[in-house]
């Protein structure tokens, strides 16, 4: 007789504690959703994934295509003429003491950020609201997460008084501080006195600080600074070609070290060579000319920086004029709102927290955004992190180039070009109005 037992059932397996219950990445389910809901039919506005709108350079990717070819297994820690693009990158920028091989080239800096706590003994400290695969690496690994809970008032900032409270806990311990700067998710960004005051207590606590500048070059008036100026030996700068140069998809991330950290630097390395090996040959070759720079790159930056200020600008007038309160975006692409001002009328119908609030406004409106506890924020709390991306950024950037960098962005710019934007504020205004 056969056997009447289920065999389709899946066998009894023990998951690592770490990764039990964890659920995917918040950005990427987001995304697959979106793409669910638009391919059964449903008008869904994506505001969720933080992916650049624009394209890739020409110059990066003809460079790309010249190099198809290249096949071999390049160095673990990068191609040295890319390796040196990067540190003469940061020595432009920052007036970093950096040289190649100072420099750590991977598939993305969300893998090296994993390498450096999987090979880095200590505490995560993260000013929430965060970006949302920090914690979870840390969790992964095994590692302590301490939220520092930043507040609007300080524009969602970390301040230096605060970080020298919680390390004064525990003077002697180890510890790992992310700073994100422009903010994934506010878009607000620290001021040269703030990171000097940061650094201060970095310094005296001997922290190290990975500075993750993905979004450096978004600065809306091209005016970042990074906190490696005041506190250059302790400091790893994170970079990339996914926000600034449109490569999300190309998956090729920078970390640059102080000279006083190239320990760290070789074991990351180490660890490298044991799972991913290196990063695409061809991507690498493409990178060398996205990191040299030049007056194309600038111009292609300058653009970006217009659009992406004049529309981030609009979206937060409009939703503070519905009465939810954003904070006016420094770089990048993302706000942050607050519905607390809602809350009431919002308890009413059953919304008591921030993922109850973005599934309702999901299928009330279209409109796709994430909730703030996934950004370390309580759950409680109606906060949300909106990026403003889906727009063709191709298309603005022709319009600017074909009519003249002179052209001025205003409302008839935006609701041309960005209509699916301006179609989900308004549609984010009149939900919580009606």
Known sequence: MADSSDSTRA???????????????????????????????RNIYKLGLGQSPFPVPDVVVN??????????????????VLRDAVADYHRRGEGCAATGDDVLIGPGSKELMFLLQLVYYGDLVIPAPAWVSYAPQAKIIGRNVNFLATDAEHDWMLTADQLDEHCAEDPERPRVVILNYPSNPTGRTYTAPELEAIAKVAKKYKIVMLSDEIYGELHHEGNHVSISRYYPKGTIISSGLSKWCGAGGWRLGTFTFPRELRWLLDAMASVASETYTSTSA??????????????????????????????GNWIADRLNAAAIRTLQPQGGFYLFPDFTPFAEMLAEKGIKSSPQLCDRLLEDTGVAILPGIDFGRPKSELTARLAY????????????????DDLRIDDEFLFTHCPNVVNAINAVCKWVQE
Do not use: C, H
């Open 389 to 404: 991306v889906d727009f063709d950024g191709a298309r603005a950037l022709a319009i600017l180039e074909s009519k003249g």
């Open 282 to 311: 061809p991507i690498q070759y493409a990178a060398v000319r996205a990191f040299r720079g030049g007056a194309e790159l600038e111009r292609y930056l300058w653009r970006s920086r217009r659009v992406l200020k004049a529309l």
């Open 11 to 41: 066998p009894d397996v023990q998951l690592n504690l770490n990764i039990r219950g964890m659920k995917p990445s918040a950005t990427v389910s987001i995304n697959e959703r979106s793409n669910q809901l638009l391919a059964e039919g």
């Open 63 to 80: 460079e790309l295509k010249a190099n198809a070819y290249q096949k071999d297994y390049l160095p673990v820690k990068g191609l040295k």
